[in-house]
């Protein structure tokens, strides 16, 4: 079956940096577009980051535009969120998602907490 998986969440100091991972199978990744969103507490759930099956483009939210960068293994079956100079409003969690056509899949998420 399909199957995202998140990880990489945690408690971060501001100003520090994690690296988000999403672990994909049942599925043909390579030929998915994929992209992180995060939702924080009473707030919509709202693109981070988006990546085409080659990685030849990539697409920010303007505000972690210089500080996040996505990237993906499609080898591994693995797409990334390296997230630097984290600030208190990137508090959320963090979900993948591959996306094709009319084909959706979500992973389940994973928490990240920017506080000192």
């Known amino acids: 079956q399909v199957q995202l998986v998140e990880s990489g969440g945690g408690l971060v100091q501001p100003g520090g940096s994690l690296r988000l991972s999403c672990a994909a199978s049942?599925?043909?990744?390579?030929?998915?577009?994929m992209s992180w969103y995060r939702q924080a507490p009473g707030k919509e759930r709202e693109l981070v980051a988006s990546?085409?099956?080659?990685?030849?483009?990539?697409n920010y939210k303007d505000s972690v535009k210089g500080r996040f960068t996505i990237s993906r293994d499609n080898a591994k079956n693995t797409v990334y969120l390296q997230m630097n100079s984290l600030k208190p409003e990137d508090t959320a969690v963090y979900y993948c998602?591959?996306?094709?056509?009319?084909?959706?899949?979500w992973g389940k998420g994973t928490l990240v907490t920017v506080s000192s």
């Open positions: 998602k591959a996306s094709r056509a009319s084909v959706v899949h």
């Open positions: 990546i085409t099956s080659s990685s030849a483009i990539t």
């Open positions: 049942g599925f043909t990744f390579s030929i998915y577009p």
